[in-house]
């Protein structure tokens, strides 16, 4: 059974950092494209950053300069390193696991981790 695990949430003011961290387990986590994803009340579930299974990454508008997601293959986790946070970065923050091999698709979330910049 496949599970993620996030960790890291929290609360921090604005310009502040956090790390978020996801576990994995149940799964070839090295064969999977892993990323990073966020709702905030009232809003739809959002993309942070992907890294996939060879190292790439891709981030949103939003968080380019400021987020950076990493893997390490041999602790099964992926992190998703956060500075100069602002307000509007609040949110259940969700780690993703995503494999696709012809018409097959594994794709796995974790439970959330809640991220609250303020004051």
């Known amino acids: 059974q496949v599970q993620l695990v996030e960790s890291g949430g929290g609360l921090v003011q604005p310009g502040g950092s956090l790390r978020l961290s996801c576990i994995a387990s149940g799964m070839i986590f090295s064969d999977y494209n892993m990323g990073w994803y966020r709702q905030a009340p009232g809003n739809q579930r959002e993309l942070v950053a992907t890294i996939t299974s060879d190292g790439t990454t891709n981030y949103a508008d939003s968080v380019k300069g400021r987020f950076t997601v990493s893997r390490d293959n041999a602790k099964i986790t992926v992190y998703l390193q956060m500075n100069s946070l602002k307000p509007e970065d609040t949110a259940v923050y969700y780690c993703?696991?995503?494999?696709?091999?012809?018409?097959?698709?594994?794709?796995?979330w974790g439970q959330g981790t809640q991220v609250t910049v303020s004051s």
């Open positions: 993703n696991a995503l494999k696709v091999v012809f018409r097959t698709t594994w794709n796995y």
